[in-house]
């Protein structure tokens, strides 16, 4: 039987994908025998919005932007600790070419995601905390001490961005939420909103997208909660109103849209590991050294320019996060 779904992020230009790690998608085995797969297979690829062509889809008008309560906020003063290796990435690449499997699978879903209300906006902080609370976004903006950082961004599909991004780091929210000793880890959620996003009607994605970190990871430094971009409020299509950005780990961590901080102990199952266990993990440190089951991570495409450069251990960030991971050979850090 052949299936072939084109996924976005998860192939890198060249690859396809295998039978064998089509069929590891739980969803799509609930979804039962080979002959349903195969009569399924069509209208989820449209549900899921499958590339029709770029210019089909540069045809569509988005609809009309409303106004950012949190644009007065911007610029935010840039903090000079985290320095780039290589030039920002142009605004308009970094706002044109996303993943944000919600609005379809194809980089293009920049006109999709105007579709999506960020205000109201509220944030629930809960499980593991002193006392669980809601939060109005711009109510949250205006107690987080906001800063721009300059990082970069490294896909697991091997192509990498560098982005201004505007934002406050992740142990001030923690601290604002007050976990209780007993919370190990962080869970993150994203909306969910299948009449917006219309990717979330492709049954066979565990909706809503779930990252996670650990506690240590979500109290280091580098770990931040992005904003905006580019001195700007977050555009819709790249997580607004809040998304993560943890630039050791592969890019499939840095969730966008979130609604809910939740702290747990015991470690949450993620968005892609519920996928493809096989090719995607709780961990996704970038490391050179360690391929994807279907291709080499060694490289990275430049996105905007005509060459690749070398992968860097943790993205070019070891001196910050590497010890997180002292004793913990034994986990998949790596995927
Ligand atoms: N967050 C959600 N909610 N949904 C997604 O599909 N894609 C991830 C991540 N966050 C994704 C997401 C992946 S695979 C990558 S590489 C980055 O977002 C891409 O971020 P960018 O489009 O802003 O470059």
Redo the contacts with the bound molecule.
Sequence with gaps: MLVKIKRG?ELPESAATPEDVFHDRRRFLKAGSAASILLAAPALLAACDEAPSQVAEAAESPAPAEPDPSAKLYPVKRNLRYRLDRDITPEDL?TTY?????FGSSKTIWKKAQALPIRPWTVKIDGLVEKPLEIGVDDLLARMPLEERLYR?R?VEAWS?AVPWSGFALKALVDFAQPLSSAKYLRME?FLMPDVARGQKASWYPWP?IEGLTMAEARNELAFIATGIYGKPMPK???SPLRLAVPWKY??K????IVRFEFMDRRPLTFWEEVGPKEYGFWANVNPEVPHPRWSQASERVVGKDYRVATQLFNGYGQFVADLYRGLETERLFM
């Design positions: 992020w970094v996303n993943n944000y499997y919600e961004l896909c961005i994203t997208y299509q790249n997580g890019g499939f840095s969730i966008k849209g």
